[in-house]
């Protein structure tokens, strides 16, 4: 017979899932009703009107696709790019390369714009190759990289591509609610996210956003869209409203009384409040993890707040030390993935967790670990040095 | 400022989701643990190996795709559907019509076997269908009609396609753990499923097994996958064992939790006795219903037990009643769909909605209901009819 699975109760400082509050999980566990109760059909209209906010979007077409971003990510491109369209893929860290995949898989061409992993995307290089491609349909790139801990700028991106005619689609998976989003002030055409990185809610759900031009596209399509399940045509026509409603699938009724109460939070919050709170934790982080002796990985003013790069020290283990932060201190923090494997911690401070105690733990916690393993730091100095941006405040 | 949402307790006796037990749902809130954290791939490990107990089979690519049934039926034919592949779809309810869909849009071609709304898929028009299509690559059709509450012959119809050298993709949304379900003595070759159904589990994944003949031909696969998201490549990878596990998504962690609880339960109560449980309940409800005077929809040969279809008598006003039902007594059952609408109820038995407290209460408010509308029915009757049957156990 199997048992019951009880988890360890973990600080979660990698890059995702971030700590999911109490208040969220509490909302999760509420009695499952029918996806077609008028009860159900009030929560989506709140939850359509929270997403606009969160994404500061007056777009009809807001909501959450149910299954996680890596699928919001395919809805965007399955809708919008049909075969034959030409589409520039920013690539300056792991997710722009999914995104390459997601053109080349709807029939599209990409063409690809690189920048070293750890740097923004460029926008000279982008500029130079709607230059090179006139015809070009779509932009694709990732605002807040999640491999590397890079900020791009969406706003001149964004209006580059509006200047050249073509429709802009944008990860924002790791950027809602730790950063400023503005879809409508940026010109956004789609923007894709995840539920559980800055809103610190569960994983599973991705909240999409289509500008009308975007829509039009979508409506003018000659091909039907290659996949049922993410056919925004049809997923409008689930969402669109107590009126019109079609069933199309079951939505995830639970994930969404979750995702609801994260969005109410983040509203109570206020969207300003909630980015300054990243941005002070991030900078007390900072200056413990420097005080420390260690460097970060990115250039400060690309770096996310949301999550720290930080460069491993020499002979420094770096499995032996992320086993035993989650061993001893139950701590996640996140390896390096792809071009950065064994070079880099990522390092969280998402949503909830952003807050003064998880800073002072995860400095305090590495400090142990790393003075164990013989490391070339300096102790004792990195919870002062965070405390005195605290007190700043 | 938008407040927190408070579901009503609802009685869920439609077509899903189904009432999710307090254990479950106190698993969904237990604290979110990140998804490459040892004790996660535990967690994934247990949730196979109870899956390949629930689909009765030793396939090793058994998993849960991480969002609703829809997308899991959309995997199956994704990855094993190549453009040019002749697939045999048999339609008797809505959702036949929804593989002929995913066939088309995978550039397939849909050979259509119809049946009429509420009769079995017809084995002998399979037959034919194969004879006048002999290069078939694969046989679709669903095992318990969510639309009708009809049950097909799995066995004979994978049989007739292994014979005649195609694989079978079989829908299994309704029936897991509520019927039957013999993945490997029965031949199937890929079947999907949900977990709001007759597992009881919140909604949004879909169990999926593959056989080896099915992972072969994905293995084969000239074309890359349309759907990067639902690739079982890569989808494999990332469930494949600790030592190659290879990042691919983010999965739903908390729903695994309430998935691995519910997986539990049934392994606690055994897959023969909630098979005689749902036949036990659904045939107390039968008695009921008949003895109020109301006929069932389906032939009882062909009946589902964890979903019971109703004609509605004559006289009724379907909506006005389900509303009451709904404000009244809290109760959920469901409409009829497509051709159905209007003509039918669809009363679910599903998982732990399946219970005798749950059809003495159904029984009763119908009844108080259908007296308040004045419908032809015998009254004070049905409550004792179906007592019988539970004292006959």
Request: proline fraction near 5%; include cysteine.
């Amino acid at each position: 017979m199997t048992h019951s699975f009880y988890p360890p109760q973990r600080t979660l400082m990698g890059p995702g899932p971030s700590d999911v509050s109490a208040r969220v999980l509490g909302a999760l566990a509420r009695p499952t009703i029918g996806h077609l109760d008028p009860k159900f059909l009030q929560l989506m209209d709140e939850i359509k009107v929270l997403l606009q906010f969160a994404f500061q979007t007056q777009n009809a077409l807001t909501l959450p696709i149910s299954a996680p971003g890596s699928a919001g990510m395919e809805a965007c491109f399955v809708n919008l790019v049909a075969p034959g369209d030409k589409v520039i893929v920013c690539q300056n860290g792991v997710f722009g390369g999914r995104m390459k995949e997601n053109v080349e898989r709807c029939g599209g061409t990409a063409v690809l714009v690189e920048d070293p992993w750890g740097e923004p995307v460029s926008v000279h290089k982008v500029e130079a190759a709607f230059d090179a491609h006139p015809d070009t349909a779509m932009l694709a790139f990732v605002h807040a990289e999640t491999s590397t801990g890079v900020r791009s700028d969406v706003a001149a991106l964004c209006a580059l591509a509006t200047h050249r005619g073509a429709l802009s689609i944008v990860d924002a998976v790791t950027s809602l609610g730790g950063i400023e989003v503005s879809v409508d002030k940026w010109g956004v055409d789609a923007m894709y996210s995840g539920t559980q990185k800055c809103l610190s809610c569960v994983p599973g759900m991705s909240p999409i956003t289509f500008s009308e031009r975007a829509v039009e596209r979508i409506n003018r399509r000659q091909h039907k869209v290659q996949s049922w399940f993410l056919d925004m045509q049809l997923v409008m026509g689930y969402w669109g409203g107590a009126s019109k409603r079609a069933y199309h699938h079951t939505a995830p009724i639970n994930n969404l009384y979750a995702l609801h109460e994260a969005l109410v939070m983040l509203e109570e919050e206020g969207l300003d409040a909630a980015q300054a709170r990243h941005l002070h934790n991030h900078r007390a982080l900072v200056a413990g993890l420097e005080a420390m002796g260690l460097t970060m990985a990115v250039a400060p003013q690309f770096r996310l707040p949301q999550l720290n790069s930080v460069l491993i020290p020499q002979g420094v283990d770096d499995a032996a030390l992320r086993t035993a932060l989650l061993d001893e201190f139950d701590l996640e923090i996140g390896a390096g993935l792809g071009a950065l494997a064994g070079k880099t911690w990522r390092i969280g401070l998402m949503g909830c967790a952003s807050c003064e105690r998880n800073v002072a733990y995860c400095l305090t916690a590495l400090e142990a670990i790393l003075q164990r393993q013989g490391a070339a730091i300096m102790t004792g100095r990195a919870l002062n040095a965070a405390r005195a941006v605290f007190n700043a405040q």
